[in-house]
């Protein structure tokens, strides 16, 4: 499965901004999404993850209630909906998948494919 991430730039805090990710193939549909981000000087962390179904989702406590994570398995796509940004934000954000019959995982090395990146700046 190849991603490819986009939607990323420059928006004040408080803005807002859409993520999305596009698969190579209908098999997406059958993967568990994740969304990572890492900022200069820090580890890659968790952001969001959504079950293959759109069933399950998870989010890091640190976006919750801000950003929405979603998928459109018939377009093979995936998106992330980050509101009221803020300036801790800013980070390069990736899309990942993983295989799975009805869960997704939140540790990052149980995704073998990955999109790019696309960078997210939030000025204060």
């Known amino acids: 499965v190849q991603l490819q991430a986009s939607g990323g730039g420059l928006v004040q805090a408080g803005g807002s901004l859409r993520l999305s990710c596009a698969a190579s193939?209908?098999?997406?549909?059958?993967?568990?999404l994740g969304w990572f981000r890492k900022a200069p000087g820090k580890e890659r962390e968790f952001v969001a993850a959504i079950s293959w179904s759109g069933s399950s989702v998870y989010y890091a406590d640190s976006v919750k209630g801000r950003f929405t994570i979603s998928r459109d398995n018939a377009k093979n796509t995936g998106n992330l909906q980050m509101n009221s940004l803020k300036p801790e934000d800013t980070a390069v954000y990736y899309c990942?998948?993983?295989?799975?019959?009805?869960?997704?995982?939140?540790?990052?090395?149980?995704?073998?494919?990955w999109g790019q990146g696309t960078q997210v700046t939030v000025s204060s």
């Open positions: 193939t209908s098999f997406f549909s059958v993967n568990a």
């Open positions: 990942a998948s993983h295989y799975s019959s009805s869960y997704a995982y939140t540790e990052s090395n149980y995704y073998p494919y």
